[in-house]
């Protein structure tokens, strides 16, 4: 993902390099769901279509519990929406990492002949400002046994939970492990279960497992994914473990040693004891694509970055190497890509001198600084819900006995679904986030608080809405004018004023513009939403800069969506909004 | 598109060779728009996406006249949908012609390591049933000065108006040209008109002119086509004329040298003309993308194949081929594909054996003898239409002095809009057509007749809706369930009386499953429609066979779209319909 939008934003194979010590994408196994933030983000650099097209989309979750009637031992308690913030892409979609892999590597060799570099390792990092302190940061890697040495303006580490890059920083992960033991298979299933098809939590009296339905695969039949909590005592001895997944395997004496017991079969065996009254078989001979144990662990470094001695960000982790958690709510490769998605275009500003700082190069650039701030603030909000969903799903309860209730586990899964959805993210304030209003809250244009349902919020990421296009009548998605270019966008909610030439809202565009055409070519664009004026007008009746700069990008904002009233917008008021290249807003006004 | 579609129902290089003249895609020119029909086409080959994502959507149709108003000149009548037809992609498609075959092209490629053999003409065509009368279609072609002698079991010529393959075997294009001349410019243009980005039809004192606003090009601009009646005194006699475009030329005498004394600067003095009072011109040098002069003419071959001596139908001619008319209403590329998607699966049955009477071979196949019956009636709606929208159009009229108004136009756009979207055609009676219903039409499931917004109709697509699947609860269109895979599906929407094991419905679906499963391994499929049956249900409360079969296509019919409504369907009936490979509906019961 870092590579890739490097790419795109301009940096040549010269100065960019991408290594990858795996010799290819990904055979089988580890991640599967991409959530709907993800997607919107996908859409943006134009690779959702085959997702869109191919994964499996998952809508709903099934909560099942013990049952009070003991012949059904099981029944289904309810069935949810999957995915409950608005969203562009209202659902999880679920398909093979490597699949995603591909589609972004596929991608990346449009902009870049080189693309990745595969079979090569980074053997060590560190800062040496002697000899170049344009270039400190000193990488040696290792292709087929020959060595070489880089050095590079910066760089970025995401590798894993392992972290070459990490560990040689001196930085590291704290944090604690549950002792909880959970397998996880992907395979074509025999069952008669009837929600095999929807993502389920099942808490039966023999314990607990999740379902991950899965896409189609090139027999015709459908994948499916489950996580089982393997019991404490395991019985059969057999000492094969299962290939190791990208998550955290902390070696913690007796845990480590119980999961290393763990068998395919001692995980399909605790299947069936939770899947019953339901028979639950892999369906024929060789359909198990893939399996592992692992242990559940949350753990974070409390430094997404490393200075040279002027203060200047150089080294940085990303994903697993800056955060590890449990799989199940689907985060792990998702927050890990939007880490890189975060970082990348800041990068590009500070590359390219485009920051106000960056223009003098050797300064510290407080603009990089903000990829600390914001991740790890997200990553700890991670780290804490996936230690309660963890907590609360590995525990084995019923109605009846259980501290935590299933209304209690279906709340938690409600309050965390705008953070797992990726739509409720929210930075705290920064360079790049103001949420204090100059003069104060009175001048804050926006009304409302339900942020995650679209109301305007410095720190969260515009919601899609559709609107209607003035010059063509075209119904489209505003995100579709906010592609992953690297430029900033000025969305204008004009008042209802517009077609008076003295108006607030007409001299205010002529200043946006005056403004915005102060900044480098091409770095901002304008996006401008009227009201319902009340009667027709043209062109000539508004300011006619709007059609010279943003003739494209210029919309009825009530025929369609009723963008004021989502955005918590007063029309007689309007609102500007300054919109960051990754789609979140800087500030409001 | 017929090479393409051979080549997925699983013609192998071996028994498929796709020739063409030209060296290359076309680099620019000819057609571009998109119909919807054209684009569900598209979806069912998962080759939509880039059209989606990076086509110009034209929502809009603006009409403008002459005004009353002597200073206005012109002004705008009315904005109307450029889609009236319910339709999954309610708008048009406009993209270079070039790009829609390098779209197919790379498509083709994954199925065919062949692909397109350029560069490659055909010099002749001839039945000869002496030697091989399995393969009785000899063709010689000419490759770089090489030439060689094919034989083949059919042959499909799609070589455009001057058709080699259509003048071999004694066809001929009938009917009239008219003398209107017109010329076409694809350019980015420098305009304060305010449709520019609308489709337009302009009536103006001095004349008529077409907009057809196309997609965004590199350079960030975006083109426009514009289609301009030539008046017939052209002032200036320069001699060069345009490329040719695909549409007829007819050889007539005076309109002849007329079109070929049109030039470029013609076109734009009288596109300035029309315009007025607003500029237009050309936005800066080198914008001129193409142009041409043509002149309007329809024309129709009587017979869109030829059989041999024993009535086996072996050569058949698609596209302009077969019929030639104006491009103005967007048809030509359009029509002509589905010529070819009419007549591929056809063509696959046969040769395959899998048609019940191409299983005796030397037979004549009545399957095939449905692509005539089908197109040709298809194309002499289209003859009709254009003849007519032609007429109208190039006629100089306003409201004052016209014989044909603003509004009796207006009125042809809309009732010709069912037909030119695509998703109004309907194709006779014939074997794979039953309008007649057993028993009568009061055995008939169907209620109304408003076909277009969806009632189901022999003879006619299957109109989308968008369904909640029951196993997973994913909201899916389900022509997405109707891929162009060469298969029939039967659909069935279940009467409410499901949930009884003894019902006309319960029993039914297992008729239903007892005849598909009679035919040969995956050429037919179910998808299952159920209507509320006002109380929760599992799967074992429902035939077993309806998991077995079709776990993955049954629907609720009633919490997304109204499906029995919109149909036209009784829930307390019910409905079966046969729906052929290309999505039309063969028969209801």
């Known amino acids: 993902m870092m590579g890739l939008l490097l790419a795109r934003y301009g940096l040549s194979d010269q100065s960019l390099l991408c290594i990858d010590s795996k010799s290819s994408a990904l055979k089988s196994g580890q991640a599967d769901g991409i959530q709907p933030r993800t997607l919107e983000v996908f859409k943006t650099l134009g690779i959702s279509d085959e997702i869109e097209n191919e994964a499996c989309h998952m809508w709903e979750f099934a909560f099942w519990n013990t049952s009070q009637d003991k012949l059904k031992i099981i029944e289904r308690k309810s069935v949810m929406p999957e995915v409950m913030a608005p969203a562009r892409f209202p659902y999880e979609a679920t398909i093979h990492q490597g699949r995603i892999e591909r589609i972004m590597e596929t991608d990346l060799s449009r902009y870049s002949k080189r693309a990745i570099v595969r079979n090569t390792k980074l053997l060590n990092v560190r800062l040496d400002e002697e000899g170049d302190p344009e270039f400190p940061v000193i990488a040696e890697i290792e292709t087929s046994g020959v060595k070489q040495t880089i050095r590079s303006k910066a760089l970025v580490g995401a590798d894993g939970a392992h972290s070459t890059v990490r560990q040689n920083l001196g930085l590291e992960l704290q944090g604690q492990s549950l002792d909880y033991i959970w397998g996880v298979v992907d395979m074509?299933?025999?069952?008669?279960?009837?929600?095999?098809?929807?993502?389920?939590?099942?808490?039966?009296?023999?314990?607990?497992?999740?379902?991950?339905?899965?896409?189609?695969?090139?027999?015709?039949?459908?994948?499916?994914?489950?996580?089982?909590?393997?019991?404490?005592?395991?019985?059969?001895?057999?000492?094969?473990?299962?290939?190791?997944?990208?998550?955290?395997?902390?070696?913690?004496?007796?845990?480590?040693?119980?999961?290393?017991?763990?068998?395919?079969?001692?995980?399909?065996?605790?299947?069936?004891?939770?899947?019953?009254?339901?028979?639950?078989?892999?369906?024929?001979?060789?359909?198990?694509?893939?399996?592992?144990?692992?242990?559940?662990?949350?753990?974070?470094?409390?430094?997404?970055?490393?200075?040279?001695?002027?203060?200047?960000?150089?080294?940085?982790?990303?994903?697993?190497?800056?955060?590890?958690?449990?799989?199940?709510?689907?985060?792990?490769?998702?927050?890990?890509?939007?880490?890189?998605?975060?970082?990348?275009?800041?990068?590009?500003?500070?590359?390219?001198?485009?920051?106000?700082?960056?223009?003098?190069?050797?300064?510290?650039?407080?603009?990089?600084?903000?990829?600390?701030?914001?991740?790890?603030?997200?990553?700890?909000?991670?780290?804490?819900?996936?230690?309660?969903?963890?907590?609360?799903?590995?525990?084995?309860?019923?109605?009846?006995?259980?501290?935590?209730?299933?209304?209690?586990?279906?709340?938690?899964?409600?309050?965390?679904?705008?953070?797992?959805?990726?739509?409720?993210?929210?930075?705290?304030?920064?360079?790049?986030?103001?949420?204090?209003?100059?003069?104060?809250?009175?001048?804050?244009?926006?009304?409302?608080?339900?942020?995650?349902?679209?109301?305007?919020?410095?720190?969260?990421?515009?919601?899609?809405?559709?609107?209607?296009?003035?010059?063509?009548?075209?119904?489209?998605d505003i995100q579709d004018d906010l592609p992953s270019t690297g430029r900033f966008c000025i969305l204008a909610l004009a008042s209802s004023d517009l077609l008076d030439p003295e108006s607030i809202s007409a001299t205010t565009l002529n200043k946006v513009f005056d403004i915005t055409q102060q900044f480098p070519a091409n770095t901002v664009e304008e996006i401008i939403i009227y009201p319902n004026l009340r009667q027709p007008f043209s062109w000539e009746d508004i300011p006619a800069r709007v059609k010279v700069h943003a003739e494209m990008r210029f919309y009825n904002g009530y025929d369609l969506d009723d963008a004021y009233k989502i955005y918590g917008v007063d029309p007689s008021q309007g609102a500007l909004v300054v919109v960051r290249p990754d789609g979140f807003m800087r500030q409001g006004q």
Chains 1, 2 share one sequence.
């Open 188 to 476: 074509v299933v025999d069952t008669n279960f009837p929600d095999i098809r929807r993502r389920c939590a099942i808490h039966s009296p023999s314990g607990s497992v999740m379902v991950i339905p899965r896409e189609r695969i090139i027999t015709g039949e459908y994948l499916t994914r489950i996580y089982v909590h393997v019991p404490d005592a395991i019985k059969t001895g057999c000492d094969k473990a299962g290939t190791d997944s990208n998550s955290e395997e902390i070696q913690t004496g007796d845990a480590r040693l119980r999961r290393r017991k763990v068998t395919l079969e001692n995980i399909l065996q605790q299947a069936r004891d939770v899947f019953r009254p339901y028979h639950f078989e892999p369906k024929g001979d060789d359909t198990v694509d893939w399996w592992a144990a692992y242990q559940i662990g949350q753990r974070l470094s409390p430094e997404f970055a490393v200075r040279d001695s002027q203060g200047i960000d150089r080294v940085f982790i990303v994903g697993d190497a800056c955060h590890t958690h449990s799989p199940k709510a689907g985060q792990g490769m998702n927050v890990s890509m939007m880490d890189s998605y975060n970082l990348a275009w800041k990068l590009a500003y500070w590359i390219n001198g485009l920051s106000p700082i960056s223009s003098n190069s050797g300064k510290p650039d407080s603009l990089l600084q903000t990829y600390q701030i914001e991740r790890h603030s997200n990553a700890q909000q991670l780290i804490d819900f996936d230690r309660q969903f963890s907590t609360v799903f590995s525990g084995q309860f019923n109605e009846e006995e259980a501290s935590i209730s299933h209304a209690d586990f279906v709340e938690l899964f409600n309050t965390g679904n705008g953070f797992t959805s990726g739509c409720g993210v929210e930075y705290p304030s920064n360079l790049l986030v103001l949420k204090d209003f100059p003069g104060g809250d009175c001048f804050n244009p926006v009304q409302g608080t339900n942020y995650l349902a679209g109301i305007l919020r410095p720190g969260r990421r515009l919601l899609n809405v559709k609107l209607k296009r003035f010059a063509d009548g075209w119904q489209r």
